[in-house]
């Protein structure tokens, strides 16, 4: 385990699409007792229900606290962080040229469009950049799950 403390941040949206942040703790960012303790704290603060989609960078404790806490919670992975992953996966002189792409993919007007987007960037980059479009695509169930939702959330 990564022994440096982080801060760990909790932002939500209000009733009103602004972004709030109700709770910020330092603690290990892979240590599942340290998300728990942030969620303990939303929960201290009045915030007992449960929210219907989570989105983090992909610690894998951080999932696992959040499945602890709130049962039903769906996860979304973090669309700055997996492009920022993407990237480190690419040569410098290639990234400003693709970095466009997973934002296209994100901003595809339907489930099914972002589907194909992400079809066509793995059939564009896999031979050339192998590990580039795994990256991006090996998790495409939870990079799209905001899809779940309707569109003005």
């Excluded at 801060?7 to 599942?32: A, H, M, N, Q």
């Excluded at 466009?100 to 994100?106: A, E, F, L, M």
């Amino acid at each position: 385990m990564d022994d440096k403390l982080y801060l760990l941040v909790v932002i939500g949206l209000d009733d009103f699409s602004r972004k709030e942040v109700p709770t910020v703790i330092e603690g290990y960012r892979e240590s599942e007792v340290s998300w728990l303790e942030v969620l303990s704290q939303l929960t201290s603060k009045g915030i007992n229900i449960a929210t219907e989609l989570a989105i983090g960078d992909g610690a894998f404790c951080f999932w696992t606290a959040v499945t602890k806490n709130w049962l039903m919670t769906r996860h979304q992975r973090c669309w700055i962080h997996k492009t920022a992953n993407v990237l480190n996966k690419l040569p410098t002189f290639v990234q400003p040229r693709i970095k466009k792409t997973p934002h296209d993919i994100w901003m595809a007007e339907t489930q099914q469009k972002a589907h194909k987007a992400l079809g066509q960037f793995k059939i564009r980059y896999d031979t050339r950049y192998h590990k580039a479009a795994e990256c991006l695509t090996k998790d495409k169930v939870k990079m799209l799950k905001f899809y779940d939702f309707p569109a003005e959330h």
